[in-house]
């Protein structure tokens, strides 16, 4: 089901590890999928995108603004052009 879906999906266990994820994620944020691997932290996976062009500032800090919204029931968006012309929200 994951693999037919046409959204990329990305999931993180409580310690912020990789759980799951499909291909259409990693085609769209433009990656090697030789890379993405389950298991592989957070921050690694920021900062794969961030040598791809499809994520700019430090992994760090954007998990920690990620998980102060989500304990705050906040919904957090963002929106970034991939170095392809993909605009993704």
Do not use: C, W
């Not at 961030?50 to 992994?59: K, L, R």
């Amino acid at each position: 089901t994951l693999e037919h879906m046409a959204q990329g999906l990305v999931m993180f266990s409580p310690d912020e590890r990789l759980s799951i994820f499909n291909q259409r994620y990693v085609q769209l944020f433009e990656l090697d999928p030789k890379q993405v691997k389950t298991g592989m932290p957070a921050t690694e996976l920021l900062k794969l995108r961030s040598d791809a062009g499809t994520f700019s500032g430090e992994p760090e800090e954007r998990l920690l603004a990620l998980k102060h919204s989500l304990a705050e029931g906040e919904e957090f968006r963002m929106t970034l052009t991939t170095r392809s012309g993909r605009l993704i929200q």
